[in-house]
């Protein structure tokens, strides 16, 4: 069975500039979430999906971070303009039945 | 509110020691409880979980047990290898995810 697929898993950008990473989840798996992970902490939830609906987003910083998820499969989470605090792992997960299957990460520098 | 607590690390063991790595939670109604765990440059793997009190996961040699009565979900292994070396999140999960802030295992041998 084919894993959380994310994508790029390394960029670097300058503060102001955008960026746009993408997952696909595992095939059947309604619920979709992207976490941050910074140095040396847990992950912290941006934003849950339940198919192509927002579950909860109420910790994504919403004047800079949008996501989206067409058609309830793919998703994209997008930062403009990007800060220097955006630095982090930005982790993609799917669930079935109350277990988190987590991509592989797509790492941010903002310089 | 639902919120994990876990040990600080770094944690510095020799090959074949005894591990434990603390966790302790707050939740309403009955979570589940999870060990998650990242190896360098990777995303994070499911370890074990457990989903009712009283219910032990294990995998890979690693245990923990859900004890309601201390709010406690404590990782361990009994020998230690290399290969273990890690950071390992502990999670419960209510009406969403919530992690610990990782515990760092370096094994030397």
Known sequence: EAGVAQSPRYKIIEKR????????????????????????????????????????????PKDRFSAERLKG??????????????????????????ELFFGEGSRLTVL | GNSVTQMEGP?????????????T?????????FWYVQYPGEGLQLLLKATKADDKGSNKGFEATYRKETTSFHLEKGSVQVSDSAVYFCALSGNQFYFGTGTSLTVIP
């Open chain 1, 17 to 60: 500039q955008s960026v746009a990473f993408w997952c696909n989840p595992i095939s059947g798996h309604a619920t979709l979430y992207w976490y941050q992970q910074i140095l040396g902490q847990g992950p912290k939830l941006l934003i849950q999906f339940q198919n192509n609906g927002v579950v909860d987003d109420s910790q994504l």
């Open chain 1, 73 to 98: 499969v793919d998703s994209t989470l997008k930062i403009q303009p990007a800060k220097l605090e955006d630095s982090a792992v930005y982790l993609c997960a799917s669930s079935l039945e109350r």
């Open chain 2, 11 to 23: 944690v510095t063991l020799s090959e074949e020691a005894f591990l434990t790595i603390n966790c």
């Open chain 2, 25 to 33: 939670y707050t939740a309403t109604g009955y979570p589940s409880l």
